[in-house]
């Protein structure tokens, strides 16, 4: 996506709206997925959680039971099964998502999405995404890199997480890719 993050896992939280079926969005959501997975190196991990009004863990099951996946040839199979499976229906809401990302503690998120959030996920994130440093400051726990995928609507609150969250805001364009 543009943005690069130092660590071992990752957790990509992707937006399953009805929204996303409008244009190009979806298979460019599933296209630079595909390939943020492909880039990661054979001992990094990475978690999908996907999201609509509500979040819907990889395979439906979250950590401890659902495992951080290496980047395979079989675990991207097994991912476009699931991505397949899901029905996309409901709201921009990813606050739900995000707040299971941040509790499976990664190293980075990415939060794909046309950006036309509808929730408090931008307010939650000012207070849930922040740690004591020992100097008794606040400070981001989690960079979170968020992907503008064809909405000049959703620039607004992608951008804001990302700087408000050390991370890289990168819009897709329509014809990114071709």
């Given at each position: 996506?543009?943005?690069y993050?130092?660590?071992?896992?990752?957790?990509?939280?992707?937006?399953?709206s009805?929204?996303?079926?409008?244009?190009?969005?979806?298979p460019?959501?599933?296209?630079?997925?595909?390939?943020?997975i492909?880039?990661?190196?054979?001992?990094?991990e990475?978690?999908?959680?996907?999201?609509?009004?509500?979040?819907?863990?990889?395979?439906?099951?979250?950590?401890?039971?659902g495992?951080?996946l290496?980047?395979?040839d079989?675990?991207?199979?097994?991912?476009n099964?699931?991505l397949?499976?899901?029905q996309?229906?409901?709201?921009t809401?990813?606050?739900?998502?995000?707040?299971?990302?941040?509790?499976?503690?990664?190293?980075?998120?990415?939060?794909?999405s046309d950006g036309?959030?509808?929730?408090?996920t931008?307010q939650?994130?000012?207070?849930?995404?922040?740690?004591?440093?020992?100097?008794?400051?606040?400070?981001v726990a989690?960079?979170?890199?968020?992907?503008?995928?064809h909405s000049?609507?959703?620039?607004?609150p992608?951008k804001?997480?990302a700087?408000?969250?050390d991370g890289?805001?990168?819009?897709?364009?329509q014809?990114?890719?071709?």
């Amino acid at each position: 996506f543009g943005a690069y993050a130092p660590g071992q896992r990752f957790v990509f939280v992707i937006d399953s709206s009805s929204s996303m079926l409008q244009g190009t969005r979806w298979p460019t959501l599933r296209r630079e997925l595909t390939r943020a997975i492909r880039g990661l190196s054979p001992d990094q991990e990475f978690f999908v959680i996907s999201f609509d009004i509500g979040a819907h863990p990889m395979f439906n099951t979250l950590p401890p039971i659902g495992k951080f996946l290496p980047p395979t040839d079989d675990s991207l199979y097994r991912l476009n099964t699931w991505l397949n499976g899901i029905q996309h229906q409901g709201s921009t809401c990813p606050a739900s998502s995000i707040g299971i990302a941040l509790r499976l503690k990664p190293d980075a998120i990415f939060l794909l999405s046309d950006g036309e959030i509808q929730d408090t996920t931008v307010q939650e994130l000012r207070v849930h995404n922040r740690t004591e440093s020992e100097q008794g400051k606040r400070k981001v726990a989690i960079p979170i890199h968020t992907v503008l995928l064809h909405s000049p609507i959703g620039a607004g609150p992608l951008k804001i997480i990302a700087d408000e969250n050390d991370g890289v805001f990168t819009p897709v364009s329509q014809f990114a890719g071709r």
